[in-house]
């Protein structure tokens, strides 16, 4: 069964430090993956994705997520984070072209200090 | 940006009563999908629409849920004779009709059973 895994429910961060996300997928077949971010009171936006190319990809807010297919993973990255990226963050994964149903984890509850 | 729109935001009703919810999609989207959320956990896919033509629905949705897209704009989503479980947030997506696009959210409709 498709099912993606993320590895920290909850990340506490200080302003200025780095932030990586874990996200492992279980999909049998060529996927796109996406990172979404839900902010305070705010629907789901999204961040960033992966359909083919280049396995680094860059999204917004300086945020990117590397591709590793023998590892199954998407993971999330951000070299200094600041306290407006407090969010819960969701990775999710379909299969690649046709319509897009999406399989989303858990999500990860980011709270960033100042 | 109008994007996509859920109407109502709330709705907290009795065990055993009716609730429609509301999904007006971004308009040149023909792509349009509900998902559910439960507290803690990411969205899991209820149903999509291409158009009006409801092409796929998840195990999720008992034979108390029913979709419909009328004329390939807006969608409803129905819930019979509603029970605890029931409770979530219902939210819709649409996207373009071009493989691999990315979804766009909506708000959300909170169902709170009492």
């Known amino acids: 069964a498709q099912s993606v895994s993320q590895h920290n429910h909850h990340v506490i961060l200080s302003e200025a430090a780095s932030l990586e996300l874990g996200c492992n997928y279980s999909?049998?077949?060529?996927?796109?993956l996406f990172w979404y971010v839900q902010y305070p009171g705010q629907h789901l936006q999204l961040l960033l994705k992966y359909f083919s190319g280049d396995p680094l990809v860059k999204g917004i807010k300086g945020f990117e997520a590397e591709f590793i297919k023998s590892k199954f993973s998407f993971n999330l990255r951000k070299p200094s984070v600041q306290w407006s990226d407090t969010a819960e963050y969701f990775c999710?994964?379909?299969?690649?072209?046709?319509?897009?149903?999406?399989?989303f984890g858990a999500g990860t509850r980011l709270a960033v200090h100042p | 940006d109008t994007g996509v729109s859920q109407n109502p935001r709330h709705k907290i009703t009795k065990r055993g009563q009716n609730v429609t919810f509301r999904c007006d999609p971004i308009s040149e989207h023909n792509r349009l999908y509900w998902y559910r959320q439960t507290l803690g956990q990411g969205p899991e896919f209820l149903t999509y629409f291409q158009n009006e033509a409801q092409l796929e629905k998840s195990r999720l949705l008992s034979d108390r849920f029913s979709a419909e897209r009328p004329k390939g704009s807006f969608s409803t989503l129905e819930i019979q004779r509603t029970e605890q479980g029931d409770s979530a947030m219902y939210l819709c997506?649409?996207?373009?009709?071009?493989?691999?696009?990315?979804?766009?959210f909506g708000d959300g409709t909170r169902l709170s059973i009492l």
């Open positions: 999909y049998g077949g060529t996927v796109n």
């Open positions: 997506a649409s996207s373009t009709g071009t493989d691999n696009q990315p979804q766009h």
């Open positions: 999710a994964v379909s299969r690649a072209g046709g319509y897009n149903k999406l399989i």
